[in-house]
């Protein structure tokens, strides 16, 4: 996995004016392209080069919630990524809130 190109789309991300149509698609697409990479990584068994993202101050989030979706994880990876959710999640503002739902959301998965 590109780790590089991983933190970079993250930065993209970070940067979106939402009231601007063309910098929401350029973040979606961005999305689209970090979960394919989280997903790519784990089938190749490469999962660990996702959580080495997991102390990046951007790309953490994006890590975690994306490992936590797409990729098959030991229990110990589990932990590391519901750790860095857990302090999104005691964050302020619509990303505090919004990993608030999330983790209710994972803990209540079959």
């Known amino acids: 996995m590109d ?26 697409r961005a999305t689209d392209k970090m979960r394919a990479m989280v997903k790519a990584a784990s089938e190749s068994g490469k999962v660990e080069q ?16 994306s490992a936590l979706d ?5 229990q110990f990876q589990e932990r590391r990524c519901l750790k860095v959710v857990e302090r999104v999640a005691r964050g302020a503002g619509v990303e505090g809130l919004g990993a608030q739902m999330w983790l209710k959301q994972y803990a209540n998965r079959s």
């Open 3 to 28: 780790k590089s190109r991983f933190i970079e789309l993250a930065e993209l991300h970070a940067a979106t004016d939402y009231s601007s149509k063309k910098s929401v698609t350029r973040a979606n």
């Open 50 to 65: 996702v959580l080495d993202l997991l102390s990046h101050p951007i790309a953490s989030s994006w890590a975690a919630f």
């Open 70 to 74: 797409l990729a098959v994880l030991t």
